[in-house]
């Protein structure tokens, strides 16, 4: 007789029942033993980026494997909001997907018809032969699907800050996620997410995110900087990536060991 299997709790259910905010770090490496290393770590969650890294289809399928034994929640960034991509990745395995470069509520209602099957929205039906459903070991998949799965859109222009209210208000929209760096970009201000106008611009977007009811999470590898955004109040931050852990603490070696070493001077994170 086969096995009849409940999914995990969502990254919207995980938001939902936490009494504080929800800690994580990236992946970015592409390494399954990095990734695992993550999700033994304690943190609550991991972002899986298959935009600026070298993440394809198959080394999203073996990173989430890695890190299904574990209690930490993947979510998976897509490289843009192409509805073939988002149906591939939930395909595979992906419960929790992170949208990058969400403009406006039509933006964000295009990606949610690409979570959902008909007639809620236009996801092409292959559960039957995919990982999503356990490959049919899920029951009621199709009809439940938007129900086990979570959806976090990201802010990262200065147009997206204008239409913040409006993009967390869609529904199907669980999350809301601000993204400093291309946001500084779209500024005029490569490079400076800690420049006031950039600040002032995250925190006008966590207002009005949680004005519409929804969470809103922000990338901050600083202390201090993530400090800043949960006291804002920001529930959910990235705090690391494990690409930035490993460079940062091979510099502190060479630092340490190394007379004159060169380990500064670096623009972000």
């Known amino acids: 007789m086969p096995f009849h299997l409940t999914p995990p709790p969502s990254f919207r259910d995980r938001l939902a029942a936490s009494s504080r905010p929800l800690v994580g770090a990236w992946i970015c490496s592409g390494s399954p033993i990095a990734a695992e290393i993550v999700a033994g ?3 609550d969650w ?22 299904a034994p574990y209690p930490i929640t993947p ?5 843009s909001a192409d509805p073939t991509w988002i149906k591939q990745v939930l395909d595979l395995g992906a419960q929790n997907l992170l949208v990058p470069m969400v403009n406006t509520a039509e933006d964000a209602a295009a990606v949610v018809a690409a979570t959902r099957y008909p007639p ?7 559960s039957a032969l995919a990982r999503a459903a356990q490959f049919n070991r899920i029951d009621g998949y199709l009809q439940r699907a938007h129900e086990i799965t979570s959806l976090t859109v990201q802010i990262e222009t200065d147009a997206a800050v204008q239409n913040a209210r409006q993009i967390a208000e869609v529904d199907g929209v669980d999350a809301v996620f601000i993204g400093p760096s291309d946001l500084a970009a779209s500024m005029g201000l490569l490079g400076q997410q800690e420049h006031p106008d950039v600040v002032a611009a995250v925190k ?3 207002a009005e995110v949680r004005a519409a009811g929804k969470p809103v999470g922000v990338n901050a590898f600083a202390p201090d900087t993530a400090r800043r955004y949960l006291a804002a109040g920001a529930a959910f931050v990235l705090v690391a990536a494990d690409v930035s852990i490993l ?5 502190n070696l060479a630092a340490t060991w190394i007379p004159d070493a060169e380990t500064t001077g670096r623009e972000s994170y």
Do not use: F
Request: no cysteine; net charge negative; proline share 4%.
């Open 204 to 206: 006008h977007t966590i």
């Open 75 to 79: 979510l998976v960034r897509v490289p």
């Open 120 to 126: 809620l929205g236009i996801r092409g039906v292959g």
């Open 46 to 67: 991991t972002l899986i980026d298959g935009e600026h890294s070298p993440i394809g289809l198959e080394s999203i399928l073996a990173l989430l494997q890695a890190v």
């Open 41 to 43: 770590s304690a943190l």
């Open 247 to 251: 460079a940062r603490a091979t510099e």
